[in-house]
């Protein structure tokens, strides 16, 4: 059922994910091509806004900052999977890998070569702290609306 705490929640993540998916493009080689990577990535957002964050709001100003929180990580894990996704299908079909298990395998090594390119401080930081909004925006909008 729609809420607004849904919406806030799916809003926020969306802005969340456009702002680090800024930050995230400087830190990638320069070859990189990006595509769909700041749609897909907003997309990403408000998903994970409407499913995981909105549905777990109105449980106090701790949880909120809680349910920030797990939603920020469970928005980096969907969307550094799905990108690594994407990378194992390119790689594929220069016919990089022997079998099936073999690409499989290489979308958890590629995610995680992108996870270790991504770790920087400020990115932390903005992680936190907007997952810390995200949650207390979530919960006033809650609070607000409901």
Not at 18 to 40: A, K, Q, R, W
């Amino acid at each position: 059922m729609p809420t607004g705490a849904r919406l806030m929640a799916a809003i926020s993540l969306a802005v969340l994910a456009f702002i680090l998916s800024g930050m995230v493009v400087p830190l990638m080689p320069e070859s990189t091509d990006f595509g769909y990577f700041l749609p897909l990535n907003m997309v990403l957002g408000l998903l994970v806004g409407w499913r995981v964050m909105g549905r777990r709001a109105g449980r106090g100003t701790t949880a909120a900052i809680n349910n920030g929180l797990a939603g920020v990580f469970v928005l980096m894990l969907w969307a550094i999977f799905l990108q690594a996704a994407n990378e194992m299908v390119r790689l594929a079909l220069r016919n990089r890998y022997d079998d099936p298990f073999e690409a499989i395998v290489a979308i958890f090594q590629i995610g995680a070569e992108f996870g270790v390119m991504i770790a920087t401080v400020p990115m932390g930081v903005a992680l936190v702290v907007g997952a810390v909004i995200s949650g207390l925006l979530t919960e006033f909008a809650h609070n607000r609306w409901s």
